[in-house]
């Protein structure tokens, strides 16, 4: 093995330059097919009878860029001069569709105000560096010229991080991780790979899959988001459970960073070495993980690796309700066996996935078979209540027997039934078509949105209860209707994260207060019984209003100290996280 | 579950307020017995051997407290009065002894010093604050009259965390943390246990054992070290491959520390609520955590615990040589399997252990069994090179026997033998011993320590191979004998910590200078060979110097930007962690 450097050797040659982007309206690359109503017997009635809405009524079509009214650039000449020299002119865009693109995230906030031309502080210009040391003249000229550095990965962010503060007098650039999307080298004693920043999921895992190994990490966002990201934002994927968070995932990194006041340079680099662990003082890797680019600029990192286990299998069950499947939840996660994912969807939940299968799902799906609907009925089970899980199981064919094993003996402890891998697989086929659905469903007037958050085991059914009835009250204080529903996602020792995702029927052009009014409800209530205000997703604008509640007042003055200290500028990101007496979201939608 | 409180009911009544303290020059309490060198019957002709050394020649003896020149308090009657008001009289020390035992930790440096007269920079008072009111009191005090503040737990620390700055003008506290020794609370469906920060390991332990509970943190400083000082040192316990380091232990808590600047009050809590996990921004908790007194005073934490395991098992292993164990338990690390501890010694370890068993301990010991020695000659194993290695297992009897195959089959895969359960209930019994043997060494002038370090697993040969030249090279240059013996001690994903003890045999009144060659020989090779400057003992004052190798200038910028920002008054412990260009711990030994 050998250490970082700033030009290792790619195990495999740059797959060209050509940077992956997603449409200015939507989730995903421009032509991706869009949700496949049509396909979906069943999901139309199950729409009309919880929200009241014909899914039917307006096919999703392209809205026209050419109807925007993008601000104009306002990079100046030297700026853009330096840029030029930084990265050549080809990586200095100042296109009007590429800085709408990098105006926003993909949260449902973003589409709705890029749909109706509400644009905000459009980036001067995407910046597209191809190395660490671009990365660095880059930012040396951005804080010479005091400008704004936002930096930007697969776009996918849904907590307003990646937009420019309002009213942002300096220029601002968007800096476009892309290029740097490599997997350099592989450490196979130490099952450690340095992976550049601005890979995306699918790229980084097809270069690690070539050669024998798998990062683990899976998170909903897979497609469109990057191992940068990944870190800035603190990610989990769906199979964390064996994998770890990213931040157990990440090893060490490399940042681009301010110099302190007085050095001769602008920048410098953090350089954190691939270790396991370490009691050098406040966990300085830990301070990027999360630091959504107020810190600097990640450009690549060591993360630990697995080998491609030999057996794979994603087992269903059936709980009677909710309770009983948490309940197994928790026991699996005291007991001797770590399965790689562990996954139940509350009734709300169960029922959607139902109502959202395919034609063709139900050869190999037992959602609708009778023959399990009878079984379930003669146990005296409540239909209207029942919960699907999934459990994954990854290891050498007797660990994934052994860990069967006991894994079913608790769910039967619950009450459970197990009912095979059918579901599993088309659990894995479908996990990333969510961002379609929420798409396609605003198009016809529901937005819809998640909110995600961990709490001890002692309060997972105390805060999935109280959150549904937050939401509840606060659509029909609204006069609209509403769907929530939620999965636990994410298993540790100490507890769980449940996944909420909710949806109202509210077309109207105050869709957004509406929208606001829910999302707060579910976020207070995540305050209230002992939650976090995100699991992984991350704070950015839309979530700091919760963050002296989340961490407590010392927790933001720590976070401000580390900021202010090493960004005395505010070039980096300002105002994400912990900002200065802004309001929230809701100054958002009153934008809107 | 309840939230945190500053006022919960404790779940027993408390224990008394007599704290523990150890005695001045040495380790453990006045009275302990000292190491039983007339039980080793092989040990002397080790000794002999290795170093040259009689270590009968000179029984260990109580050092004359009367010798010390103290110097005298200087604090003041504003700040004693406002103490008084904060703890009451009983509870603010100005005694002389009292004070010398808070002036240093239990490095071998530090009891050089002590044993020498040399008393440094000795604390004001020491205070005993009962709660976390009494906590903020006293800091509101401290920083009122720029004083400087810094916490005490166990007292073992070992890289000169506790001490003042030398030559500090300003008055000096040490906050002795032990009357706040309770378990406070547990909740059972999360497995999470309220302690508080003062608990020291046994105390915590046997609170925990009653109700079924245990933390599963047992450090090799655990009788004389407390959660607090846990947490503020990053510290990892022998059984940290099931339970985790205390960094992943630790899921929630409390720290009293300065109220920004313009805020009404002078100090303000930190309250982390109890979170399996989160995407909040930088990790706060993992800030505070190795903190060392820079941030504030931790008064709580929500731990994680776990049920007493059904079974528990330690199995003893030999190797033909110690790259065979390494290699053996990195394919350990990355199998199916997670044992709660695995440790292999390396073959000076070996002998060092063979040659420190007691008169009684060949009953249960196969160290020295002659069938073994005659199977590992059949092998044709060089008897110079064979190493131990000890595998715990832990938890259901079903688990224990599918962990212990599985384990047993890579041992053999590596040309290793099992050799039972015997030498590990020994390593059980004796594993808190060695404190007491260095500072028996100490007596007959062969001043020894410890320093570890955790490199990625493709570098654990090396870094041992290299660390262990450089250390004979400096005690040859240094004219002296010496001895370096290591372990793994603790095993990742990614990669392994590997703990050095070596010894000098170096009696002379300069003996402190060659000790200081050998340990910055060894820190010097951790770094040249990708390994930590620590892994679990922190920084103090001791490792400070080597910090921008260890995590780069750019981390030394993130640290300071966050203790300067904290505690721009550099009243908490300053000094430690990254210090303001002062010289390391060459300068400590040329003050000796």
């Not at 970082?4 to 997603?22: F, L, Y």
């Not at 693109?101 to 210009?125: C, E, F, N, W």
């Not at 959602?367 to 079984?375: G, M």
């Not at 105390?462 to 994410?490: D, N, P, Q, Y």
């Amino acid at each position: 093995m050998t250490q970082t450097s700033d030009q290792p050797s790619p195990i495999q040659p740059a797959r060209g330059n050509q940077v992956k982007r997603q449409k200015w309206w939507g989730w995903g690359a421009d032509g991706d097919k869009p949700y496949a109503v049509h396909n979906k017997p069943k999901f139309p009635a199950f729409a009309q009878e919880v929200l009241g809405v014909d899914i039917l009524a307006k096919p999703l079509q392209t809205p026209d860029f050419s109807a925007l009214d993008v601000p104009a650039s306002i990079l100046g000449d030297e700026l853009r001069q330096r840029l030029v020299e930084a990265v050549g002119a080809d990586n200095v865009d100042t296109g009007d569709e590429l800085r709408v693109i990098h105006s926003y995230g993909k949260g449902v906030r973003d589409l709705v105000r890029v749909r109706r031309g509400q644009l905000g502080r459009v980036p001067d210009a995407v910046v597209h560096p191809g190395n660490t040391d671009e990365v660095q003249a880059v930012m040396e000229a951005a804080l010479e010229a005091d400008a704004v550095v936002i930096p930007y990965g697969g776009g996918s962010n849904i907590v307003a991080a990646l937009e420019a503060e309002p009213g942002e007098q300096r220029q601002v650039l968007s800096i476009n991780m892309g290029r740097m999307n490599k997997v350099l080298e592989i450490d196979e004693a130490a099952e450690i790979a340095l992976i550049q920043a601005g890979a995306l999921g699918p790229d980084m895992e097809a270069q690690l899959n070539e050669e024998g190994w798998t990062l683990g990490h899976f998170p909903d966002s897979f497609v469109w988001s990057t191992v940068g990201g990944w870190i800035a934002t603190r990610s989990s994927g769906s199979q964390s459970d064996k994998y770890g968070d990213i931040s157990e995932v990440t090893r060490g990194l490399q940042m681009v960073m301010p110099a302190p006041a007085g050095d001769a340079e602008r920048t410098q680099l953090l350089e954190l070495r691939p270790l396991p662990s370490y009691s050098s003082g406040p966990n300085v890797r830990e301070m990027v993980l999360g630091s959504e680019g107020r810190l600097g600029i990640i450009t690549q990192a060591w993360m630990q690796v697995h080998k491609l286990a030999p057996v794979r299998e994603v087992q269903a069950y059936f709980y009677p309700n909710y309770e009983a499947g948490l309940k197994a939840a928790e026991l699996i996660a005291h007991s001797d066996v770590r399965p790689m994912m562990l996954r139940v969807s509350d009734a709300n939940e169960t029922k959607f996935s139902m109502a959202n299968g395919s034609k063709s799902s139900s050869k190999v799906s037992h959602y609708s078979n009778k023959a399990v609907q009878k079984l379930m009925e003669a146990k005296g089970w409540d239909l209207d209540q029942i919960c699907i899980s999934f459990v994954g199981f990854e290891g050498s064919a007797v660990h994934v027997r052994y860990a069967k094993g006991a894994v079913n003996k608790i769910v039967r402890s619950q009450g459970g039934m197990n009912v095979g891998k059918g579901p599993g697989t088309l659990f894995d086929q479908k996990k990333y078509d969510i961002p379609y659905i929420r798409d396609f469903l605003l198009n016809i007037g529901v937005p819809a949105d998640v909110s995600e958050t961990a709490t001890p085991w002692s309060r997972t059914v105390e805060i999935h209860t109280e959150t549904v009835k937050a939401a509840t009250k606060a659509w029909e204080e609204a006069g609209t209707r509403g769907f929530i529903m939620c999965h636990l996602s994410h298993s540790y020792h100490a507890g769980a994260c449940q996944y909420f995702t909710f949806a109202i029927a509210d077309d109207s052009e105050q869709n957004m207060r509406t929208y606001d009014q829910v999302k707060r409800a579910v976020q207070d209530s995540f305050m209230a019984h002992g939650g976090t205000v995100s699991h992984h997703h991350g704070v950015g604008e839309e979530h700091s209003p919760w963050m002296a509640q989340d961490i407590s007042e010392g927790g933001v003055t720590i976070q401000k100290a580390l900021f202010d200290g090493v960004d005395p500028g505010r070039n980096l990101n300002p105002g994400k996280i912990v900002h200065d007496g802004k309001p929230g979201i809701s100054s958002n939608s009153e934008d809107a």
